[in-house]
Nanobody
C-alpha cells in the first residue's frame, strides 16, 4: 500500500505561482509512475501531468504545457508540480496519483492505483 499526501495548495491571484508537493510512503517509490490530476466543480478529474519512474519522460496537458513543470526526487519519495502563470481556469482540487510501472507513465485515470486526498488551488482574477 502506498500513501500519498499532497501539500502546497492555496489561494493566489492570476499570474502567481505555486508549487505542489506529494510525499509518498514506502520504499518502492522509484518503481512508480506518478501523475497529477485536477478536478474542478462539476467537471471530470483530468490529467494535468505525468512522469516516468526515472523522471526522464514527462507528459503535460495542452492547457498547462509551458506553464507547469512536474518533477520527482526519488531520494525524498516526493513529486512536485511547479505551477507558473496561474489562471482562474486552473482552479481545482489537485490530486497526486501513483501506480507501479516498468518504465513509462499512464494517461488514463484508471491507470493509477493510489491517490492522495487532494489539495485545493484557487486562482482569483
Amino acid at each position: 500500500q502506498v500513501q500519498l499526501v499532497e501539500s502546497g495548495g492555496g489561494l493566489v491571484q492570476a499570474g502567481d505561482s505555486l508549487r505542489l508537493s506529494c510525499a509518498t510512503s514506502g520504499r518502492t517509490f522509484s518503481g512508480y509512475a506518478m501523475a497529477w490530476f485536477r478536478q474542478a466543480p462539476g467537471k471530470e478529474r483530468d490529467i494535468v501531468a505525468a512522469i516516468s519512474r526515472n523522471g526522464v519522460n514527462t507528459y503535460y496537458a495542452g492547457s498547462v504545457k509551458g506553464r507547469f513543470t512536474m518533477s520527482r526526487d526519488n531520494a525524498k519519495n516526493t513529486v512536485y508540480l511547479q505551477m507558473n502563470s496561474l489562471k482562474p481556469e486552473d482552479t481545482a482540487v489537485y490530486y497526486c496519483a501513483a501506480t507501479p510501472s516498468v518504465g513509462g507513465y499512464y494517461l488514463p485515470r484508471s491507470g493509477y492505483d493510489f491517490w492522495g486526498q487532494g489539495t485545493q488551488v484557487t486562482v482569483s482574477s
